[in-house]
């Protein structure tokens, strides 16, 4: 490491203003933080200071998406090989999900990277670390088989249009990643939509077995059909994006955010409290056994990407509520308009994506009115204490 160290220090003032490559600062910038820590620190003033720093926060989230990432190469693999009826063993259902999952992950990466750095070298800014985690988040919520292109221009949009028109990291008003699943699912639905698209191979028919169908646990509970066993649910052996499948990979995942404090609690919890309650009060009101709305509580918050919403996108600390009682408000909204669309949304089996982007929306003004009610409550208390 010291010698990368000292190369990196060597070819630095090529880099930096005056060299001869300083039209590259933001790159070789971007690529020195990547590798090291940065060496900006506050040398006066009053600061609070700790170890934790943007850079530490995003790979801490990173490595809690560690498991959805090994499970969701893994399921790729499997359910292919259900779909063919072939008899690979674990290790090649792996490396088959690896080798589609991998190309999703570099594009990702390169394309919005790549307009990061010009954003940033632009502006004469540094490259943040923001999109370190978006470009991981936006393959795994994606269907395995989406055209690369398709990504490519999806990541385009989410980094202009959701990012660098506000101003880049920590500016947004809505979360990237769902930025990029949205402009898929409104621009070209066929390809994040259906029951083929789920599972590699499907839509080229490549040596499919009769009766295989590659439909998910909500297109099915939508159309009245039999679901998935719970546990099956669950652990995640079904059709679905990527990343989204295993309730259980995602939960443990949650569970390094909330030991080391990157993520709110309050806000997951309240997520998974609003959908349950939401789904019970919709048991009450079902007219029937056969309705979508008389589906156990239980079934809904390990479908599709309930969980993975509620943990990985509800909780970024940029779009969502920052305000301590805010964040039981919106975390219980989304979880609650999530139900709500699912059941009663006839076109989209899904809710988790156009909830958390509405509450994006309201977050500011949610903490607005908390913010308001905090001063009145206090001006009336100095009020009375005269």
């Given at each position: 490491m010291k010698a990368i160290r000292n190369l990196l220090d060597n070819i630095k003032p090529t880099f930096s203003n005056g060299g001869k490559l300083s039209f590259l600062h933001s790159a070789f910038d971007a690529f020195e933080s990547f590798l090291y820590v940065p060496n900006t620190v506050t040398r006066k003033g009053v600061h609070v200071r700790d170890s934790i720093d943007l850079k530490r926060s995003m790979?801490?989230?990173?490595?809690?998406?560690?498991?959805?990432?090994?499970?969701?190469?893994?399921?790729?693999?499997?359910?292919?090989?259900?779909?063919?009826?072939?008899?690979?063993?674990?290790?090649?259902?792996?490396?088959?999900?690896?080798?589609?999952?991998?190309?999703?992950?570099?594009?990702?990466?390169?394309?919005?990277?790549?307009?990061?750095?010009?954003?940033?070298?632009?502006?004469?800014?540094?490259?943040?670390?923001?999109?370190?985690?978006?470009?991981?988040?936006?393959?795994?919520?994606?269907?395995?088989?989406?055209?690369?292109?398709?990504?490519?221009?999806?990541?385009?949009?989410?980094?202009?249009?959701?990012?660098?028109?506000?101003?880049?990291?920590?500016?947004?008003?809505?979360?990237?990643?769902?930025?990029?699943?949205?402009?898929?699912?409104?621009?070209?639905?066929?390809?994040?939509?259906?029951?083929?698209?789920?599972?590699?191979?499907?839509?080229?028919?490549?040596?499919?077995?009769?009766?295989?169908?590659?439909?998910?646990?909500?297109?099915?509970?939508?159309?009245?059909?039999?679901?998935?066993?719970?546990?099956?649910?669950?652990?995640?052996?079904?059709?679905?994006?990527v990343g989204e499948t295993s309730t259980l990979a995602i939960l443990i995942g949650a569970a390094l955010l909330l030991y080391t404090g990157i993520a709110s609690w309050k806000i997951m919890f309240s997520t998974f409290a609003g959908g349950f309650l939401v789904a019970l009060l919709l048991n009450a009101l079902s007219p029937g056994p056969d309705s979508y709305m008389s589906m156990p509580a239980w079934n809904h918050m390990v479908m599709g990407g309930f969980a993975f919403g509620a943990v990985f996108m509800a909780t970024d600390p940029v779009t969502g509520s920052q305000t301590e009682r805010g964040k039981w408000i919106y975390g219980f909204l989304i979880g609650a308009m999530a139900i709500i669309i699912r059941v009663f949304n006839p076109g989209y089996p899904e809710g988790m994506m156009l909830s958390i982007l509405l509450l994006n929306t309201f977050a500011p003004l949610i903490d607005h009115y908390i913010v308001e009610a905090n001063i009145k409550r206090r001006l009336k208390r100095a009020v009375n204490n005269k």
């Open positions: 790979m801490f989230v990173i490595i809690a998406l560690v498991p959805t990432i090994i499970f969701g190469m893994w399921n790729a693999g499997y359910q292919h090989n259900l779909s063919v009826g072939g008899t690979l063993d674990l290790w090649g259902m792996f490396w088959f999900g690896f080798l589609k999952v991998l190309p999703l992950i570099i594009v990702s990466y390169v394309v919005g990277l790549g307009i990061e750095i010009a954003a940033a070298q632009i502006r004469g800014h540094e490259v943040n670390e923001g999109f370190f985690v978006s470009g991981i988040l936006i393959p795994l919520i994606m269907p395995v088989d989406v055209p690369l292109w398709i990504l490519a221009l999806a990541v385009a949009f989410a980094v202009i249009v959701g990012k660098e028109v506000f101003g880049g990291t920590g500016m947004n008003i809505w979360n990237p990643a769902l930025l990029a699943r949205a402009f898929v699912f409104f621009a070209y639905p066929s390809k994040i939509s259906g029951d083929t698209v789920w599972i590699a191979g499907l839509t080229k028919g490549e040596g499919i077995i009769d009766g295989f169908s590659g439909a998910t646990a909500l297109a099915n509970a939508k159309a009245g059909t039999a679901i998935p066993s719970f546990s099956d649910m669950f652990f995640g052996f079904e059709p679905g994006s």
